[in-house]
């Protein structure tokens, strides 16, 4: 497997040649190879979201998902999480849009990308491992019970959904490459100035951090006040959102906790899968 400082660097030199469409995805969403230049594929694919593809949001600004995909890999990268695919910024056939590195999955876990990580369960199967997000009832009227892993990768997930204040973490947006390591994908709706967070991971609602996601949280803000990183965020967030981003990380480590839901809206992704 390529490190994923090695597929930054193929994700921007190499050209984009329109595979298919990802039918399932809200916004237009291609599947690419990355072409040598003589078009010849390298053997490495990527999902390409351009920007005139993005439809009209009531909460989001036009035509800022792809940079907020970006930005969400850059925050997981600059924390050291490194839970997001590499993704880029860059022109395609179809203009500017992110490019994001595609997720090498196993043929059963293409079928079910979050198999063994958020499940529908019945009462009797939540047993230790498993932390219930929502009851409901199945097609048959059976109590049915949507949980998730109690997994130390998926935990780190939900505080960088946190600080992302990620308004669409589905089910469907979390998987395990081919070597077993979590991704999470589907970042175009992240980094509102204001709190968005809906998610399929509120399983550890008020639970203290652990320490790796303290010293994660950390690393992420000082990478925050140095100029790299915050002049490259700034190019892509608004002034408003990126101090948000700050204030998010801040708040998160001086609670030493996971947050709660909240109370005066709906917390959580529709549909969940």
């Given at each position: 497997m390529l490190t994923d400082e090695a597929a930054l660097e193929l994700l921007g030199r190499h050209d984009l040649a329109p595979v298919g469409v990802l039918t399932e995805a809200s916004n237009?969403?291609?599947?690419?190879?990355?072409?040598?230049?003589?078009?010849?594929?390298?053997?490495?694919?990527?999902v390409y979201k351009p920007v005139r593809g993005?439809?009209?949001?009531?909460?989001?600004?036009?035509?800022?998902?792809?940079?907020?995909?970006?930005?969400?890999?850059?925050?997981?990268?600059?924390?050291?999480?490194?839970?997001?695919?590499?993704?880029?910024?860059r022109d395609g056939p179809?203009?500017?849009?992110?490019?994001?590195?595609?997720?090498?999955q196993t043929e059963e876990r293409l079928a079910d990308p979050s198999?063994?990580?958020?499940?529908?369960?019945?009462?009797?199967q939540l047993g230790p491992g498993w932390l219930a997000v929502v009851s409901g009832?199945?097609?048959d009227g059976e109590d049915v019970v949507v949980a998730h892993a109690d997994d130390p990768d998926l935990r780190s997930m939900a505080v960088l959904d946190a600080v992302l204040t990620n308004a669409d973490r589905k089910a469907s947006h979390l998987t395990r490459d081919v070597t077993g390591r979590l991704r999470g994908f589907d970042h175009?709706?992240?980094?509102?100035?204001q709190d968005k967070l809906r998610t399929v991971l509120w399983g550890w609602a008020g639970a203290p951090l652990r320490d790796p996601d303290r010293a994660a949280l950390r690393s992420l803000q000082e990478a925050l006040g140095r100029p790299p990183t915050h002049a490259v965020l700034a190019g892509l967030l608004s002034a408003e959102e990126l101090d948000a981003l700050a204030s998010r990380t801040g708040q998160l480590l001086a609670?030493?906790?996971?947050?709660?839901?909240?109370g005066g809206r709906y917390p959580l992704p529709w549909p969940l899968w």
């Amino acid at each position: 497997m390529l490190t994923d400082e090695a597929a930054l660097e193929l994700l921007g030199r190499h050209d984009l040649a329109p595979v298919g469409v990802l039918t399932e995805a809200s916004n237009l969403t291609l599947l690419v190879d990355l072409v040598d230049g003589d078009g010849r594929p390298t053997g490495h694919r990527a999902v390409y979201k351009p920007v005139r593809g993005e439809r009209p949001l009531a909460d989001f600004p036009a035509g800022t998902l792809a940079a907020r995909e970006v930005a969400a890999y850059l925050v997981s990268a600059a924390a050291g999480w490194d839970l997001v695919p590499p993704t880029v910024l860059r022109d395609g056939p179809m203009g500017p849009g992110s490019v994001q590195w595609w997720v090498r999955q196993t043929e059963e876990r293409l079928a079910d990308p979050s198999e063994g990580l958020v499940e529908v369960l019945t009462p009797d199967q939540l047993g230790p491992g498993w932390l219930a997000v929502v009851s409901g009832t199945g097609a048959d009227g059976e109590d049915v019970v949507v949980a998730h892993a109690d997994d130390p990768d998926l935990r780190s997930m939900a505080v960088l959904d946190a600080v992302l204040t990620n308004a669409d973490r589905k089910a469907s947006h979390l998987t395990r490459d081919v070597t077993g390591r979590l991704r999470g994908f589907d970042h175009g709706l992240c980094l509102h100035a204001q709190d968005k967070l809906r998610t399929v991971l509120w399983g550890w609602a008020g639970a203290p951090l652990r320490d790796p996601d303290r010293a994660a949280l950390r690393s992420l803000q000082e990478a925050l006040g140095r100029p790299p990183t915050h002049a490259v965020l700034a190019g892509l967030l608004s002034a408003e959102e990126l101090d948000a981003l700050a204030s998010r990380t801040g708040q998160l480590l001086a609670a030493g906790a996971m947050p709660l839901p909240p109370g005066g809206r709906y917390p959580l992704p529709w549909p969940l899968w």
